[in-house]
C-alpha cells in the first residue's frame, strides 16, 4: 500500500496512463508480450516442496529483501580475498 499523498496532477507526473479503448482491437502483437519467468530460484522450489503450495508473495517478498539486504552487509575485498584462496587451494588438488 502507497502511503504517499499525490495529487492527481503530481501522481500524472510520473505515470502516463494509457487506456484502452476498445478491449477488442487489443493484441500481442500490438502491446508486445510481457516478460515471463521461466527459471525460478532453488529456494522457492524447496519452499514450495516443503509446504506443498506455491510461495505466496508476502513470503516472496521477504526471501527477496533478505537476500538483496546480504549484498549490503557482505565484506565484498573479504570475500573476494577468500574466493581467491579457495581457488589457489583447489589448484594443489590437480
Do not use: C
Amino acid at each position: 500500500m502507497d502511503l504517499r499523498n499525490f495529487t492527481e496532477k503530481e501522481y500524472n507526473k510520473f505515470v502516463k496512463l494509457n487506456t484502452v479503448n476498445d478491449w477488442s482491437q487489443l493484441s500481442w502483437k500490438g502491446v508486445g508480450r510481457p516478460y515471463e519467468v521461466t527459471s525460478f530460484a532453488q529456494e522457492k522450489k524447496s519452499w514450495e516442496e516443503v509446504n506443498q503450495q506455491s510461495l505466496p508473495a508476502n513470503i516472496s517478498w521477504q526471501m527477496f529483501n533478505k537476500s538483496f539486504h546480504e549484498w549490503f552487509v557482505k565484506d565484498v575485498p573479504a570475500e573476494m580475498d577468500k574466493s581467491k584462496q579457495n581457488f589457489m587451494k583447489s589448484l594443489t588438488n590437480f
